[in-house]
């Protein structure tokens, strides 16, 4: 049985992940920083039904002898490091705390890969936010990076490091560029998840308006399902190489508004608004990706349209909000 280990297991890429391994008959564990708010750490998980088949470890990524001792108790063949601080607008506001949890973070894991277990499989999560200001019109692996962000910054500092690491010390160490995936799993803070619950909210009659920032603003979006499972194959492969994992689709902000709208019958015009507080420091205008490599090679392709993606997570907010009304009523 093949073991895998994975930082950020309770987030939405760590929970699609943990769902994908376990059909394949991975033993899977997965890193576990305590909070406050412990009572909902595993929702996603639970929401996908695997949250009793994962065993969750105490551990941070900040903290170097946890992460030997995590890779001592488990000895992954496979490692996932997904943890970090992932919120960009947050990032400003904490630049210190997202350059630790982010940046160094991954070199913790790298770390202790290097010292315990140098034979297993290392996948670093990068982001398309490393192109930043784009020095190209669709962003490849070959693509000059230009963060906008701490958090941009951050991911490009844990990824040369993988880069180093692979060069340096010969792991089998990737990075998945992958452009942004969504899912009803999304945090509600991300642009995408706050617009179809602006819409589950307005269309039940909770809320008459949604204030969002940048509405020009255009991303590549696809699903997290599809994109683990590019995660999961980059891990297969006989050499260890980088990937950009994107639809080559881009849309801007508003056009996701008027089609997340328009599913439930609504028009986005009458009820979203944008907030020049809510515009960051340094803008992202377009980022659109080109994966043939990962076409190539690994033989991945999207398999979930951006209509669809839709449609999933406006239904799966509507449910939300539906029991939370159901659960009000009976109390």
Known sequence: MTTALITGITGQDGAYLSQLLLEKGYEVHGLLRRSASADVIGERLHWLGVLDQVNLLDGDLLDLSSAIRIVQTVGPDEIYNLGAQSFVATSWQQPRLTGQAT?????????????????????????????????????????????????????????????????????????????????????????????????????????????????????????????????????????????????????????????????????????????????????????????SKAREKLGWVPSTTLEDIVAEMVEADLARHRNRIREQALN
């Not at 991300?190 to 179809?196: D, L």
């Not at 909770?206 to 590019?230: F, K, M």
């Open 103 to 291: 940046g160094m973070g991954a070199v913790n894991m790298l770390e202790a890969v290097r010292i315990v277990r140098p034979q297993a499989r290392f996948y670093q999560a990068s982001s398309s936010e490393m192109f930043g200001k784009i020095q190209e019109s669709i962003q490849n692996e070959n693509t000059p990076f230009y963060p906008r962000s701490p958090y941009a910054a951050a991911k490009l500092y844990a990824h040369w490091m993988t880069v180093n690491y692979r060069e340096s010390f010969g792991l089998f160490a990737v990075s998945g560029i992958l452009f942004n995936h969504e899912s009803p799993l999304r945090g509600i803070e991300f642009v995408t998840r706050k617009v179809t619950d602006g819409v589950a909210r307005i269309k039940l009659g909770l809320a008459r308006e949604l204030t969002l920032g940048n509405l020009e603003s255009t991303r590549d979006w696809g699903h997290a399902r599809d994109y683990v499972q590019a995660m999961w194959l980059m891990l297969q492969q006989d050499h260890a190489e980088d990937y950009v994992v994107a639809t080559g689709r881009t849309t801007s902000v508003r056009e996701f508004c008027r089609m997340a709208f328009g599913y439930v019958g609504l028009d986005y015009e009458e009820f979203v608004r944008s907030d020049s507080r809510l515009m960051r420091p340094a803008e992202v205008d377009v980022l659109v990706g080109d994966a």
